[in-house]
């Protein structure tokens, strides 16, 4: 499990963010990624987006771009604002290694971390529940599935850091069980106090 650097949220999840609506009055895509590593940026968020972006490329294409542009809430489109999800994060990779090498960072994970089975099927649990949600339609569907093979194949960290991304950007309603269920799962994933918290705005309990 990563330790905790921040209580925020951090890597591929954040970055995502801040592809919203008006993102493009920033200029592309690269001009987003600058803001992110930026002069003094802490050296584990890059670090993090690195190991992030190298397990979310472990994903079929398709995949890789359709759970991107959810995260965006569609605000970012592949052949438009990219060519490919592959692409995409093979450029994103080497600009974080760029930044790291230039602050001496030289040796960079060439691996992954061994996949703990608890969390993989847990979080791949959670994501696998939400499949009957009423906010969810077909596209979406695709989506979770994707998300629920790469929690119990690959990183159920960035697993569940791109589900609540993703039910964030769709302004969907969650019920308090589910905030309650959601919050449990970050503290064991050992995300930072805010990353889960960042959704209760979203809590209602008027359809049960």
Not at 132 to 151: H, M, N, Q
Request: proline share 3%; aromatic share 10%; charged share 25%.
């Amino acid at each position: 499990m990563r330790d905790r650097f921040t209580e925020l949220d951090y890597g591929l999840s954040l970055l995502s963010s801040m592809y919203h609506q008006d993102w493009r009055s920033s200029g592309d895509w690269t001009a987003i990624l600058e803001i992110f590593l930026w002069e003094e940026q802490a050296p584990p968020a890059v670090l993090a987006l690195y190991e992030d972006v190298a397990a979310f490329g472990r994903l079929p294409r398709a995949e890789i771009e359709d759970v991107w542009t959810a995260s965006t809430d569609n605000n970012f489109i592949f052949g438009r604002d990219a060519d490919s999800g592959d692409e995409w994060l093979s450029a994103i990779q080497e600009h974080c290694r760029m930044w790291l090498v230039a602050r001496g960072v030289s040796t960079l994970p060439a691996g992954f971390p061994v996949l703990e089975r608890a969390p993989a099927e847990a979080v791949g649990a959670q994501i696998g529940s939400l499949i009957g949600w009423r906010d969810v339609d077909g596209r979406l569907i695709r989506v979770l599935a994707a998300l629920k093979r790469f929690a119990e194949t690959l990183s159920p960290d960035l697993a569940f850091r791109l589900l609540l991304r993703i039910v964030d950007a769709r302004r969907m309603e969650i019920s308090s069980q589910l905030y309650h269920e959601l919050a449990l799962l970050g503290r064991s994933l050992n995300c930072g106090e805010f990353v889960v918290s960042s959704l209760e705005y979203l809590v209602s309990d008027a359809n049960g």
